[in-house]
């Protein structure tokens, strides 16, 4: 039997958090754990509950959805963050994604798109709402170049280092000594701060710049 997600809702809207606690009522393996109506209620709910998936408003009262981001990132990092959000702009979805996030999802999105959403993240991968992937990846496909693996951490260096010498996440967790979620959100970072898009995109820079060898 598949181990059940859990999920934290964040947003200020009651009749939002209600609609999609409904949604996942009728989902099997997935279970929503906590909510929250702010920042910062999320940042408290997510230490609290340590949930696989987070969904979180970007504009809500006090602290909005991406600082918040930034924050579980870093206290809870093996959790998978979703955006959820009425704004379709590039720009909050680069920000998103630079505070952490490993998807990004329109309120308008069908339920079986949210499934797959907090499914994906779940296991480790990014996803973005089909009306959004055009331009998310027009600005992740911007010129990338060796340079730019000079803004990676070490730690992250590290990690395109075994991702070029083509190990798996799972892998790359033991080796690490991290989980493979945790993986999963780094991976999300070096691919954004390499603007690559892909897997393969990304060995093939960062073997050119020697690394996995």
Request: proline share 4%.
């Amino acid at each position: 039997m598949a181990e059940e997600i859990t999920v934290l809702l964040a947003d200020d809207h009651p009749v939002v958090r209600g609609g999609l606690r409904a949604l996942f009522d009728t989902l099997d393996g997935i279970r929503v754990v906590a909510e929250a109506a702010d920042g910062a209620g999320a940042i408290r709910e997510a230490l609290l509950n340590r949930p696989d998936v987070i969904l979180l408003d970007v504009r809500m009262p006090g602290m909005g959805g991406i600082d918040a981001a930034r924050r579980i990132a870093i206290d809870v990092p093996e959790a998978g963050i979703i955006m959820l959000t009425m704004v379709d702009d590039d720009v909050l979805v680069t920000d998103a994604l630079q505070a952490g996030a490993r998807g990004y999802l329109l309120k308008g999105a069908e339920s079986d798109e949210i499934e797959r959403a907090v499914r994906s993240v779940a296991a480790g991968d990014a996803v973005f709402s089909s009306a959004i992937v055009p331009g998310v990846v027009g600005r992740m496909r911007g010129p990338a170049s060796t340079p730019a693996i000079g803004s990676l951490t070490a730690r992250e260096r590290q990690l395109l280092d075994l991702i070029a010498r083509g190990l798996s996440n799972t892998a790359i967790a033991e080796r690490m000594g991290i989980a493979p979620k945790t993986v999963g959100n780094h991976i999300s970072s070096v691919f954004l701060k390499l603007r690559v898009a892909t897997r393969a995109e990304a060995i093939v820079l960062a073997r050119d710049a020697g690394f996995g060898r």
